[in-house]
């Protein structure tokens, strides 16, 4: 069973900045998508950023400008990059893996969480 390990979390400043690591135990077949999303209290998980396996990167537009998120295909990692942190940031960050297998079916793998803090 392939799992996703986040690290990269913490307490942060306003104007501070993270970055988020999420690498996967072994190596994922097929992946198309690669993702982080979060959580606050109270509130649904959102999308924050993507980036196919193209390199192509789609962002929430309350992190426009201020995160990165980045790849690397080899290692099948996954990195954001967090500048600017505003305490409305705070939250817990998951990454995601979407892949698709030889025979077409799509699977979605998910990490344990992360907790963001901004605060002074």
């Known amino acids: 069973q392939v799992q996703l390990v986040e690290s990269g979390g913490g307490l942060v400043q306003p104007g501070g900045s993270l970055r988020l690591s999420c690498a996967a135990s072994?190596?994922?077949?097929?992946?198309?998508?690669m993702g982080w999303y979060r959580q606050a209290p109270g509130k649904q998980r959102e999308l924050v950023a993507t980036?196919?396996?193209?390199?192509?990167?789609n962002y929430a537009d309350s992190v426009k400008g201020r995160f990165t998120i980045s790849r690397d295909n080899a290692k099948d990692t996954v990195y954001m990059q967090m500048n600017i942190l505003k305490p409305e940031d705070t939250a817990v960050y998951y990454c995601?893996?979407?892949?698709?297998?030889?025979?077409?079916?799509?699977?979605?793998?998910w990490g344990q969480g992360t907790q963001v803090t901004v605060s002074s």
């Open positions: 995601n893996i979407a892949a698709i297998s030889g025979l077409g079916q799509w699977y979605n793998y």
């Open positions: 072994a190596s994922i077949f097929g992946i198309r998508v």
């Open positions: 980036i196919t396996s193209a390199g192509t990167t």
